[in-house]
């Protein structure tokens, strides 16, 4: 007798981070919050984004988890916790990535678990909201038709849809957000709020979108990969180049804005601006093509870049100096300075490009180092700092971009550093024939107060380094001079340091870096405004120029701030990508009137 059998199910398995979202979700549903606090490690770190806190925020340890889920766990009312793919363990860290749901929103995060008194703890925990209940974003299954079926007299096309909107908004039509700038922060997050439906109106001083790109030195081009480079929902084509030259950067940005129809203002200068707390909205006065107009957002977004406001040193003797001089910013190129005596003040990204740029070109070259420089050859970051992440190898490991910005965001701020120092210490060991030479030739090298490199530089105080591109061998070879000090004056003729070396000069370049983004709301709002705010950037991390106390995130970037609906969205094409999701669902929810509020918000330590 044959007898069939039906195939016996595999095993289900309750591994250790199923078990920790099962309890977790238990604890939180009957409103246990010692109990959902006590899930965390004596040294752990939640940090939310958006979903629990409206705000970009990180607690610390079980007495920061009760504080956090008392203030917001009865209004959020999280559920649906799960393991989005099967969890992983190695070296002792449980890693599982899960979804979520709260009252008005899903999320999305990563949960890392470490053993502590014989259980599994949670060390690190990352809450992401990436949409709202109903007010899902048209893609995928919810994209538009397009086309419209049928008969219809009335009917509207695409075109005139389009052309209306243009003839309207900014005019007739106020927009719900008002974003001053137009560069890749800028159109990120205008690409973000059309998607989302928050009518919105991007300006910008420049004819064209790009043109913030094509305006600068000529051998600018990007010093992260294409990989880490993508914009939201258009990424670049597999066949773009690994560090993509500034022209062609400038033109994809202005393609993306006709393709993904962001309403976008060009050659518009924002000329002042004010807020009616009564009236709950900002007067933006705006110079467009001649004409004055005013517009009444009531939500203003400065997204003019974190490095977009130049620092020009006052020094005696620029008023009498009788050759060119400029801020880096505005560096024409290398072309007309053939023969040229030029001194770069300056050591990171933008004084090498132009050195090494002049220095083709047959100038005489001077670098002047004012202070140590951390200096990272680009192979050797691309494959060991950013290769798991951002690469073909990632790729194909199956990392994509948007899970590679999660892991990328899990990792507190608090412990960054300590996962950034054996990486940095590889490239030392790698590279340490490029640095001895560096250093024999005089230049001054470091990797970061602590030995964590170029990252925590960047996060910290967004200066204060170089990724070589070639540049820094010319310095090491000697073909760029090297002077050390700072500058005490200028000659009519010569720059001169406080140890009386004088360097003659036909050109002197400035690349001396840039102010926080809150120089802008000074220029354009008021001082008052400006130091309602305070800083911008920065972890408060004690380290040079990253003025404590700790404050866990990047000051007033992406999250609300002391001053009513003003927001700040910056930092390279990574973070503006990333972040422009959280910015634009915070100001979605506002539009939409859902309740939105704010957690811990960050207080003013320091003005600029």
């Known amino acids: 007798m044959t007898q069939t059998l039906e195939p016996t199910p595999p095993a289900v398995h309750s591994g250790p981070a199923q078990t920790w979202l099962a309890d977790f979700e238990a604890a939180l549903k009957e409103r246990d919050i010692p109990r959902a606090a006590g899930l965390f490690a004596t040294k752990s770190f939640w940090r939310d984004l958006v979903a629990f806190s409206w705000n970009l925020t990180t607690v610390e340890d079980p007495a920061g988890v009760a504080d956090l889920l008392s203030a917001t766990l009865e209004r959020v009312d999280p559920s649906g916790f799960a ?18 749901e709260t009252a008005i929103g899903r999320g999305r995060g990563l949960l ?28 995928g299954v919810r994209r538009p038709k397009g086309a419209e079926h049928g008969v219809n007299r009335d009917r509207v096309t695409w075109a005139e849809k389009r052309q209306a909107e243009a003839e309207t908004l900014g005019l007739t039509e106020q927009p719900y ?37 094509r305006g600068r030195y000529k051998s600018l081009c990007l010093h992260d990969p294409v990989w880490y480079d993508h914009l939201p929902y258009l990424k670049f ?47 933006v006065t705006v110079s467009r093509g001649g004409e004055e107009i005013t517009l009444h957002p009531k939500q203003l977004i400065l997204a003019t870049g974190m490095s977009g406001k130049p620092n020009i040193p006052d020094l005696p003797g620029m008023d009498i100096f009788e050759g060119e001089q400029h801020h880096s910013s505005k560096h024409p190129g290398p072309d007309a300075y053939e023969g040229k005596r030029v001194v770069v003040i300056g050591s990171n990204n933008s004084a090498f490009d132009i050195c090494g740029a002049l220095f083709e070109h047959g100038a005489d070259v001077t ?34 971009t948007e899970k590679a910005d999660l892991v990328f965001a899990s990792l507190p701020y608090r412990i960054m550093h300590e996962f950034q120092i054996p990486l940095y210490q590889q490239m030392a060991e ?71 070396t004088e360097l003659p000069a036909d050109l002197v370049v400035y690349a001396t870096g840039y102010g926080s983004m809150n120089g802008w709301a000074a220029d354009l709002i008021s001082q008052e405004v400006a130091d309602r705010v305070g800083k911008c950037w920065g972890l408060g991390s004690s380290t040079t120029k990253d003025p404590g106390p700790w404050e866990g995130e ?31 669902l915070q100001l979605k929810a506002r539009f939409e009137e859902i309740a939105t509020p704010v957690y811990n918000l960050a207080p003013v330590h320091h003005l600029s």
């Open 83 to 100: 393991l989005e793919e099967p969890e992983a363990t190695d070296a002792g860290v449980t890693t599982a990535w899960f979804t979520f």
């Open 112 to 139: 890392r678990l470490k053993v502590e008194d014989d259980r599994p703890k949670a060390w690190t925990f990352l809450t992401t909201l990436y949409e709202l209940k109903g007010h899902e974003e048209p893609r």
């Open 177 to 213: 957000a008002v974003v001053i700038g137009g560069g890749q922060g800028g159109i990120a997050l205008g690409a973000r709020l059309r998607q989302l439906g928050v009518p919105s109106l991007v300006i910008d001083r420049y004819e064209r979108p790009g043109d913030q790109w």
């Open 237 to 283: 084509p597999d066949n773009w180049p690994v560090f993509a030259p500034k022209d062609k950067i400038g033109d994809w940005l202005e393609s993306y804005v006709k393709v993904m129809e962001v309403p976008y203002w060009s050659s518009t200068t924002a000329t002042s601006a004010s807020y009616s707390e009564e009236d709950g909205e900002w007067t």
């Open 367 to 400: 670098m002047v180092q004012r202070s140590s420089t951390h200096i990272v050859k680009s192979d050797t970051l691309m494959d060991i700092g950013l290769g798991d992440l951002y690469s073909e190898r990632a790729l194909a490991s199956g990392m994509t």
């Open 430 to 500: 790698r590279d340490a024939d490029f640095y001895a030479r560096l250093e024999k030739a005089g230049f001054r090298h470091d990797w970061g107060d602590d030995g964590s490199g170029l990252f925590m530089k960047y996060l910290r105080r967004g200066s204060g380094y170089y990724i070589d591109v070639g540049s820094a061998e010319l310095v090491a070879d000697g073909h760029v001079k090297l002077a050390q000090g700072q500058v005490s004056h200028l000659t009519e003729t010569s720059v001169v340091l406080e140890d009386g």
């Open 554 to 584: 990047q000051r007033n970037m992406w999250k609300p701030t002391q001053q009513e609906a003003l927001w700040f969205h910056g930092g390279n094409l990574h973070q503006s990508r990333h972040y422009s999701l959280y910015l634009a």
